[in-house]
């Protein structure tokens, strides 16, 4: 059932070394008074100015399946197709923090406070994570409630863009959602709008269905390989 999720900012929990590291410092990196404060204060920026605000829909299979092709841009074969039909439940999300927060961004670098601005830029990003999170933890819970998952069970978040899942597929994804609704657009390069957005499916099943060889042929063309984290993070098989 379509529903619309709102979440407080005071219920994230934004990585501070997360954020550093999004500025390029690592752990060897000296943090300044000047670079604390900076983050405290876009911090309370973000607690004040993001919305986070999010519409999910669970979905069969077929359904998802019908939104996943898409226009037949996807990889072939991809993880997601590859995972989607071994789910015990197939949740389509789509989140963002508003466009206040954007705005304030801009603000700040238009009226030349850079430093603050490139750190309220990093701290959004991480918190548009958080807030994913979050959401994800409750649909999981939900769906415990619901005896649709179970105990050991494991739910992650696949997003268009990334493991053989084609960018444009946002087009089909968002207008499943209605996500108009919660103020989220594409542009024609089926970026998001407002920018400290995400959206996709959750895949929720028992974990052994989430592992897999990062040797697919997008796989190479990736930057990050996140996924190694993401699965390690669920434990054994």
């Known amino acids: 059932m379509r529903r619309i999720e709102h979440i407080s900012t005071d219920a994230l929990i934004v990585n501070r070394d997360a954020v550093f590291r999004g500025q390029g410092m690592t752990e060897k990196t000296r943090i300044t008074k000047t670079v604390e404060l900076l983050f405290e204060k876009a911090l309370a920026i973000f ?11 669970e979905v069969s ?4 399946m019908r939104i996943y092709r898409g226009d037949g841009a996807n990889d072939v074969p991809s993880v997601v197709e590859l995972i989607a039909p071994r789910a015990r439940v197939l949740m389509l999300f789509a989140l ?19 430093a603050l601005g ?10 548009t994570e958080a807030a994913a999170e979050e959401l994800t933890r409750r649909c999981l819970e939900h769906c415990k409630r ?15 863009g990334y493991c053989g899942w084609h960018v444009s597929g946002q087009k089909k994804l968002l207008a ?8 989220i657009a594409h542009n024609e390069s089926f970026l998001m709008n407002p920018e400290k957005s995400i959206s ?7 974990k052994k269905i989430h592992f897999f060889k990062n040797n697919f042929a997008f796989c190479e ?8 984290a993401r699965i390690q993070s669920l434990g054994k098989k």
């Open 96 to 114: 963002t923090l508003g466009s206040t927060i954007t705005d304030e961004i801009k603000r700040l670098f238009n009226e030349k406070e850079v």
């Open 221 to 228: 063309a990736c930057t990050h390989k996140s996924c190694r």
């Open 176 to 183: 499943a959602l209605n996500a108009s609704e919660i103020g």
């Open 47 to 57: 607690r004040d100015a993001a919305s986070p605000t999010a519409v999910i829909d």
């Open 118 to 127: 490139y750190m309220l830029d990093v701290v959004a990003s991480e918190g």
């Open 146 to 160: 619901e005896g649709k998952l179970f105990e050991g069970d494991a739910v992650l978040r696949y997003s268009p």
């Open 200 to 206: 996709g499916v959750m895949i929720s099943g028992e």
């Open 61 to 64: 299979i077929e359904q998802f």
